[in-house]
């Protein structure tokens, strides 16, 4: 066989693009309110519309009491919000019986809650393993194995959390939500409870997690860990203040630093 070494090598045309994919993540007009104190609703979120395609790792930052929390739970499908839609990979989750919704979240969702929200009777290792186990899934030892080590908790497999510090009970939530599958991980404020070494361990793993079919949003205070996502969502008042790509702490800090400042026009009395 031989081949001309004059034949010129002409690029393969790439196909044209089929329908655009559905975003992994869609949320319209994300309403959500709760009772104040004297019993009248107090809206937390005012309206938030956002996507997230799969591969990307989105942060949301913003001061507290913004409604970053409200919003993780209502895009994870954990409450429902007092209006507007949240659609998963294209399902609509408001349309969802109770049965369906659970069924998603335990397939698809994986959360790391601010609070850690571990099982106390469990062993760090089985608290790891429950997601699985709830999902009806094989619990395959290594994955959970795996999942421990990778946050430098192997030594700890057989603690129960009252025996852990609250920054390695934070690993174990985080270990717990990467140690199976899933489209999206939700993660609020999952570095909390971190000195720097363990902090940025985290987020090399929710990094390494928003990339093929996955994505990660990801709540947090750290404007550096921020400025390792492909985008920050700046939330104030229950509202998307900014959205910024590519851009470093500093600049983070200053989007945040003007959405904690009252609105222009604001004059106190
Ligand atoms: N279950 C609830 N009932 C009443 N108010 C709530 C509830 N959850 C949150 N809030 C209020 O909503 C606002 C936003 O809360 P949250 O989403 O936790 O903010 P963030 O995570 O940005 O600090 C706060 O003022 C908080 O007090
Ligand atoms: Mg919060």
């Known amino acids: 066989m031989s081949t001309s070494p004059d034949e010129p090598t002409v690029p393969r045309p790439t196909p044209?693009?089929?329908?655009?994919?559905?975003?992994?993540?869609?949320?319209?007009?994300?309403?959500?309110?709760?009772?104040?104190?004297?019993?009248?609703?107090?809206?937390v979120l005012r309206g938030i519309s956002m996507e997230v395609a799969a591969g990307e790792l989105v942060a949301v930052v913003g001061p507290s009491g913004s409604g970053?929390?409200?919003?993780?739970?209502?895009?994870?499908?954990l409450d429902r919000p007092s209006s507007g839609t949240v659609e998963?990979?294209?399902?609509?989750?408001?349309?969802?019986?109770?049965g369906a919704l659970a069924k998603l979240r335990r397939e698809r969702v994986g959360f790391v809650f601010q609070a850690y929200n571990l099982i106390s009777s469990l062993t760090a290792w089985d608290n790891v393993a429950l997601p699985a186990r709830l999902a009806r899934r094989t619990v395959r030892v290594q994955n959970v194995d795996r999942a421990l080590a990778r946050v430098g908790l192997a030594d700890r497999a057989r603690a129960k959390p009252s025996a852990l510090s609250g920054g390695q009970q934070q690993r174990v939530a985080?270990?717990?939500?990467?140690?199976?599958?899933r489209d999206l991980v939700f993660a609020d404020e999952p570095t909390g409870a971190l000195d720097t070494a363990a902090g940025a361990q985290v987020l090399d793993l929710l990094r390494a997690a928003a990339s093929g079919s996955r994505a990660v949003v990801l709540v947090t205070h750290d404007l550096q860990a921020a400025a390792r996502a492909d985008r920050v969502l700046v939330l104030?008042?229950?509202?998307?203040?900014?959205?910024?790509?590519?851009?470093?702490?500093?600049?983070?800090?200053?989007?945040?630093?003007?959405?904690?400042?009252?609105?222009?026009?604001a004059v106190g009395r």
């Open 16 to 43: 044209p693009p089929a329908v655009a994919p559905a975003p992994l993540l869609r949320a319209r007009d994300l309403v959500k309110t709760h009772p104040g104190p004297d019993g009248t609703p107090v809206p």
């Open 68 to 77: 970053k929390s409200t919003l993780l739970h209502c895009l994870s499908g």
């Open 88 to 98: 998963i990979a294209g399902t609509e989750l408001g349309g969802l019986s109770r």
């Open 174 to 181: 985080v270990a717990r939500a990467l140690a199976v599958d």
């Open 236 to 265: 104030r008042d229950g509202l998307l203040h900014a959205e910024l790509r590519g851009a470093g702490p500093a600049e983070l800090l200053a989007a945040v630093t003007a959405a904690a400042a009252p609105a222009a026009g």
